[in-house]
């Protein structure tokens, strides 16, 4: 079992077993995005079709993923953890300033990288959207953080106590679901705005939200 155990990885063209498989998990991945966010769509794609553009076998799909489904959640995550990414990068560079220069700034690095590429922008807002209760469940999951992320930057801006928390909440909640749904619909076409545009009427919203719950 030792000298098993202690011979060397094997390699293949010059390239570890492990790199090897790296490369074809992420050329399933961009199968994917060009079949749900640029093709048919995920309800009319197939793990056959989606091998036959990675250019690979049904066998090594099966080594990376269950199913469909989940290479859609995958491919979910990684959009958003890019967007979010942006996002923070943003606030980062704009700590100090006062929350609609950040807001600002947030939401328009968030936008450019969501609709970077049009692909993510189907995927991410139409094609996740009722495909099971799991993956709405991780589609809620999302949305939250995106809600909690903003409710810790207006405390940070306001500060509040804990009625004023409870408030934020509410508000950050619906916050999330009108930037899903504008981003949407302007990179759709059905908006005609410019970002600036659509950035201002965000931020406008966002920082009108109470700083304080209504009164009783």
Partial sequence: MTEVANQPRRRYAGKPAAERRAERRERLLE???QLFGGGPGFRAASVSALCETAGLS?????????????????LHARVNDLAEQ?????????????IGRRATAAFRAYAASVTDDPRRVRLAFV???????????RRMERRTRWAELIHAELMAAGGGDEAASRAYRVATTAFVGAVNGLV???????VD????????AL?????????EPPSR
């Fill in 31 to 33: 199968a994917g995005l």
């Fill in 58 to 74: 049904t066998r090594q799909f099966y080594q990376e993923f269950h199913n469909l489904e989940e290479v859609l959640a995958v």
């Fill in 86 to 98: 942006a996002a923070v990068e943003a606030l980062t560079r704009t700590a100090g300033q006062d």
């Fill in 127 to 137: 094609e996740v959207v009722g495909v099971s209760p799991g993956m709405e469940r």
């Fill in 184 to 190: 949407h619909d302007w990179s759709a076409g059905y």
């Fill in 193 to 200: 705005a410019t970002l600036d545009e659509i950035a201002a």
């Fill in 203 to 211: 931020v406008n919203m966002l920082v009108g939200i109470p700083r």
